[in-house]
């Protein structure tokens, strides 16, 4: 490398060597501790991985408000299509095998809370318990969920919507 070159011709003959830069912290790393950017030198950001997430993190957590309004937009607009990829990779092999690795998991960690939830699918099941339609906290019909204030009675259910169930755990400091 001669004295005369640019610090972007630099930064590309290190980039065809393997490595370069980072413009955040300054630290030499190879060409895969940076996110893939077609325009970027070597083909990669100008920030390597951890001085890049520290700073979209830092522009997220400085407009909070609206990062999430932008959030739930996207996710509003894009229902369908994460619906159908999810599905698709809950029936795939590999999305089934995690599925039942995880529940697998869940019984071996929580077994008192797993028996409660299979007394409660065999009862409404077998006609003995009853799912209710509606929410019992806001009166919504959408996602009801058991819930139980004490697993060791598993049919004493209390019927609620996926966010008021939410807030109940958060309330309770259980989540």
């Not at 009801?144 to 004493?156: A, T, V």
């Amino acid at each position: 490398m001669s004295a005369s070159m640019s610090s972007r011709a630099i930064r590309k003959e290190m980039a065809a060597q393997g490595s370069k830069p980072c413009l955040g912290c300054g630290k030499i790393k190879r060409l895969s501790g940076f996110h893939a950017q077609a325009a970027g030198v070597g083909g990669r950001t100008a920030r390597c991985i951890e001085c890049e997430n520290t700073r979209v993190l830092a522009n997220r957590n400085a407009d909070r408000e609206n990062a999430n309004a932008r959030d739930r937009e996207w996710y509003a607009r894009n229902r369908e299509k994460r619906g159908l990829s999810i599905s698709a990779y809950q029936k795939s092999a590999k999305g089934r095998a995690v599925g039942l690795a995880s529940s697998e998991r869940f019984k071996r960690d929580y077994p008192e809370k797993a028996s409660a939830h299979a007394a409660v699918r065999q009862a409404i099941k077998s006609g003995l318990l009853h799912k209710a339609s509606s929410c019992a906290k806001c009166g919504s019909h959408q996602h009801i969920q058991g819930h139980h204030d004490d697993y060791s009675k598993p049919l004493e259910v209390t019927w609620l919507c996926v966010p008021c169930h939410v807030r109940l755990h958060i309330e309770r400091g259980d989540r």
